[in-house]
């Protein structure tokens, strides 16, 4: 995977505004205008930008010429795709699946490296999103270092490996049975969800990506109760609120709900061997307080906290560790910012635990987390 260097000189605001400058050029929708709208909340904001964007993607695809292919799939309901990413009250990131050694390079980065990593994935988006056939978004993905955007993307791309293709082939026939309006449809969700992080002049926010390397589905429990504040679930904000959260399905359309997948293991040391990641995002809200929470992922195995936080006066951190049923959220929140770090790593009942957010100081961060089995 390349990170993007030559755009390091650039702050988030800037790089976002350069691609959505070529957004509007390319495809007519103006991302800046929405984003500026003051009259709209930023979850209505990502919601109309998320539509706007694949209106115009879907009617340049369908238009004579365009040279679009595999638009529809036969066996797969499209429709119910797209309104579950689209049509929510909270605006969910789907997951993200790479194979293990890539995981483990993302998982390696510290300090600086965890921001432009984040970044990098924001301009690939961008590419993607112009991809017109599934050859095209299959060199796309492995350039981005990802294998498929979505569960059900990858649950195709895991049968087509499993079949015996080769990595890029399953791609191709994983976003074919799936369809392009969908592989496109989950890509401007994510897309959006980036740009309008780096766009908002809020001073502290922060971007997170968790990996999970384990063989256990992770879901946490509850967590649209706690996306303002409330105590209700296994999300606590303590400050501020949860704009973009992850979630997708075990496999298919109608299997269960999960924040982040279970990996998938096609044999020992094997290249192929996938593990999946969620994305979340979470803002201030008005006043002297940052961003600052804790989710717990839980298992019929396992329960892991996972702070984040980017307080308003004090240093940004992170940290990890296993929690019992039934202790009180706030508590885990308090207990685990007193020991939060910029970069932690522990091992606790045979679970490699490690956090890392890009810098102690700064209101617009990054991290990146990680539970591995």
């Known amino acids: 995977m390349e990170l993007l260097s030559n755009q390091n000189h650039l702050t988030n605001r800037q ?18 205008a929405i984003f500026s709208n003051d009259a709209l909340s930023e979850r209505k904001k990502a919601r109309l930008a998320r539509v706007r964007l694949l209106e ?4 340049e695809a369908n238009e004579p010429n365009s040279g679009a292919v595999d638009l529809d799939a036969a066996d797969f309901d499209q429709d119910t795709a797209l309104a579950q990413m689209l049509d929510t009250e909270i605006d969910i990131e789907p997951n993200l699946s790479l194979t293990r050694s890539d ?17 990098m994935l924001t301009k690939r988006f961008e590419n993607m999103q112009t991809a017109k056939t599934p050859g095209q978004l299959a ?24 079949a015996g293709q080769a990595v890029m082939a399953a791609i191709r026939t994983g976003i074919s049975n799936i369809g392009m309006k969908t592989a496109i449809g989950a890509i401007v969700v994510v897309l959006v969800g980036f740009l309008l992080y780096m766009f908002l002049d809020n001073p502290k926010k922060i971007l997170g990506m968790v990996i999970n390397d384990t063989d256990e ?3 946490v429990k509850n967590w649209e109760k706690g996306v303002d504040g409330k105590k209700d679930g296994d999300l606590y904000m303590a400050f501020g609120h949860m704009a973009n959260f992850m979630q997708d399905n075990e496999s298919g359309l109608v299997s269960p709900k999960v924040q982040i997948r279970a990996r998938v293991n096609f044999g020992p040391d094997e290249p192929d061997n996938l593990v999946f990641a969620g994305i979340y995002f979470a803002d ?12 717990i992922f839980s298992s019929p195995k396992v329960r892991i906290a996972h702070l984040f936080a980017v307080p308003y ?3 940004n951190g992170t940290w990890m560790g296993f929690v019992n049923d039934g202790e009180d959220i706030e508590k885990i929140y308090k207990d685990f910012y007193a020991r939060r770090q910029v970069s932690m790593s522990r091992t606790e009942r045979n679970y490699k635990l490690g956090a890392n957010v890009n810098a102690p100081r700064g209101g617009v961060v990054s991290c990146i987390a990680s539970i591995v089995q």
């Open 103 to 119: 995981a483990n390079y993302v998982m390696s980065l510290r300090g600086d490296g965890v921001r432009e990593y984040l970044t």
């Open 284 to 295: 201030r809200n008005v006043g002297i307080r940052g961003a600052e929470g804790v989710m």
């Open 139 to 162: 060199i796309e993905l492995t350039a981005s270092g990802l294998i498929s955007v979505g569960v059900p993307m990858a649950w195709e791309v895991i049968k087509a490996l499993r």
């Open 217 to 219: 589905h992770l879901v």
């Open 15 to 32: 790089f976002a505004e350069q691609i959505m400058e070529s957004i509007k050029e390319r495809h007519g929708v103006d991302l800046y």
């Open 56 to 59: 115009a993607l879907l009617t």
């Open 313 to 315: 006066f004090e240093d």
